[in-house]
């Protein structure tokens, strides 16, 4: 396993669409492997799709942070987070294949976790999501199912600390 990257967050920009697009199509690989698509019809969805789930969360979390997860200066994926009084919620974070499985997903939700205080941290998940594994090995628990996506929770407490969930 690589040693863990220097990991930074910085706004996402309008210039960044390209690279935002490449990470959407890589939180949907898993379905975009199952679809007798060529790649311009993927590339087709996978633009409809983005702008879609853009449009939502600007107007449903008009307050949300969207970053761009940089490891060692290199675009990494993406961050979505929207804080409120009683929630962290984290509506997307997709680390692009060349850096998964290096500590960065860990890293920044440690980060939030530890930011979170009195706080719930909350994510959907869709229910074969590898990451799901990830979640749960730092402390979240499934608190609601519709049978695509769980809802996981995070509440601090004794013995939620981010550091004892290694």
Partial sequence: MSETPNITLRPA???DRELLLAVYAAS???ELSMVPWDEE???TFVV???DAQ???YTK???GATHDIIEADSVPAGRLYVDRRNDEIAILDITVLPPFRRRGIGTHLIRNLQNE???RIVS???EGFNPSLQLFEKLGFTAVSNDDVNLRLEWRSGPGSSPASSR
Wanted: hydrophobic share 30%; aromatic share 16%.
């Fill in 48 to 50: 409809h799709q983005f």
């Fill in 54 to 56: 853009t449009d939502y």
């Fill in 123 to 125: 994510v959907y998940v």
């Fill in 41 to 43: 019809q993927k590339r």
């Fill in 60 to 62: 449903t979390f008009p």
């Fill in 28 to 30: 949907r690989e898993i």
């Fill in 116 to 118: 979170a205080s009195e």
């Fill in 13 to 15: 920009t309008a210039g």
